[in-house]
């Protein structure tokens, strides 16, 4: 079996801008989410990829703090609701910040049932643990954020925005 497509069929590679952070701390992740809130400019679709319990939910409740999107402590995991949806703003203009987390789907079809395409729109900050479950999600995702434990409370956190 191959997977590897003939290359005249290949797209030239999207320009790529990785940034990386280290933290000892859910605090710490919740500063870098704060920092990543000035450096992400919608519309964008993120995967935020990790094994259970490494910060993905943690980093959102930065991103909506600095957006004035919701205070940490009501940033909460979407695990059984799905979406979580809260009014920002970022520069001065208004920002639409929606957290999911997928991990519960089962396939392309329930995924449909969230209406992703439509959540997209030009002020909107699309966030998805556990997205790279979702080819589609993966096709129209704009960026990832990777977060792998590092021993005990440390974290490696990569974020790579497509541009
Ligand atoms: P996920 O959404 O990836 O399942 P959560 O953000 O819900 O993970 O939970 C991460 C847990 O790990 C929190 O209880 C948080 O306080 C703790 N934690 C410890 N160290 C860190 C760190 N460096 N970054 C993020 N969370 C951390
Ligand atoms: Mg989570």
């Known amino acids: 079996m191959t997977n590897a497509a003939p290359p005249a069929a290949k797209t ?4 790529v801008k990785t940034h990386e952070f280290t933290t000892q701390s859910g605090a710490d992740t919740i500063e870098v989410g704060r920092q990543l809130a000035k450096l992400v ?7 935020l990829r990790g094994d259970l319990g490494t910060g993905k939910t943690t980093l959102v409740k930065g991103i909506a703090q600095a957006l004035d999107a919701a205070e940490a402590d009501e940033v909460t995991s ?7 949806e809260y009014d920002g703003t970022q520069d001065g203009k208004p920002v639409k910040l929606f957290h999911l987390d997928v991990y519960r789907l089962e396939g392309e079809r329930q995924l449909e049932t969230l209406g992703l395409d439509e959540l997209l729109t ?5 966030l998805v643990e556990w997205g790279e479950k979702f080819k589609s999600i993966k096709k129209k995702s704009t960026g990832e954020i990777a977060i792998t434990s590092t ?11 497509k541009e």
């Open 78 to 84: 979407p695990t059984f609701t799905l979406i979580h």
């Open 41 to 47: 400019k919608p519309p964008q679709l993120l995967i």
């Open 151 to 161: 021993g005990g409370d440390a974290r490696k956190i990569t974020v790579t925005l």
């Open 122 to 126: 030009p002020d909107a900050l699309v």
């Open 12 to 15: 030239p590679p999207e320009a």
